[in-house]
């Protein structure tokens, strides 16, 4: 059974661009949510992904924006960055109707911003 | 790896003692809790959960407290271990499609 597993790792970008961030869901989840977490912080609910379609979304202006595929992988895409942007994003899958599920993390991707 | 936490309550423990994190939830609403792990540079990882018509549950080493007259959730650790150094996070959930973290505690271990 693999894990959750997000690209890139790491990437620099400067103020204005766009990033797409990518996420493959654990085996058998079909449900992806994204987060993001400033450092020194906990991580804030951006967004979740169901049957293809957004299900729900947290504090996050629309340049925050995602995808879900068939099979159930998912995309982040942030347009027009801003330095604030800067932080670890965070994709978790889970299995079963949205609510009150055990998220599984994968290891994030760290966004920086100058 | 990449530090998180630098900025978060700290709790200092020496091996082998027991460890307690205290988390102070928001929502009188919220039915679902749980508690995260968070190494330097992963993902938070699940530890125990409990739900809201329990006030008790153990698991491997690891106790939920959970008292919801006074909105207050504790993670007890029996015998703290080195590996047990990282970031907890407390979460929250009211049954729909949003998870709400808690702001973490960075729990060291001395040896």
């Known amino acids: 059974e693999t894990g959750v597993t997000q690209s890139p790792t790491h990437l620099i970008k400067t103020r204005g661009q766009q990033v797409t961030l990518r996420c493959s869901s654990q085996?058998?989840?079909?449900?992806v949510s994204w987060y993001q977490q400033a450092l020194g912080q906990g991580p804030q609910f951006i967004f979740q992904?169901?049957?293809?379609?957004?299900?729900g979304r947290g504090n996050f202006p629309p340049r925050f924006s995602g995808l879900q595929f068939p099979n159930y992988s998912s995309e982040l895409n942030v347009n027009a960055l801003e330095l604030d942007d800067s932080a670890l994003y965070l994709c978790?899958?889970?299995?079963?109707?949205?609510?009150?599920?055990?998220?599984?993390f994968g290891a994030g991707s760290r966004l920086t911003v100058l | 790896g990449e530090s998180v936490g630098l900025h978060l309550p700290t709790l200092s423990v020496q091996e082998g003692d027991n460890s307690i994190i205290n988390c102070a939830y928001s929502?009188?609403?919220?039915?679902?809790f749980i508690w995260y792990k968070q190494e330097s540079g992963k993902g938070p990882q699940f530890i125990i959960d409990?739900?809201?018509?329990?006030d008790k549950r153990q698991g491997q080493r690891v106790t939920v407290l959970l008292n919801k007259t006074v909105k207050h959730l504790s993670l007890q650790i029996a015998a703290t271990q080195p590996g047990d150094s990282a970031v907890y996070f407390c979460?929250?959930?009211?049954?729909?499609?949003?998870?709400?973290f808690g702001a973490g505690t960075r729990l060291f271990v001395k040896a």
């Open positions: 978790a899958s889970s299995f079963g109707d949205p609510g009150a599920n055990v998220l599984t």
């Open positions: 085996s058998g989840h079909n449900t």
């Open positions: 992904y169901y049957r293809e379609e957004e299900n």
């Open positions: 929502n009188s609403a919220s039915d679902y």
């Open positions: 409990i739900r809201s018509n329990m």
């Open positions: 979460a929250e959930n009211t049954g729909g499609f949003k998870t709400i």
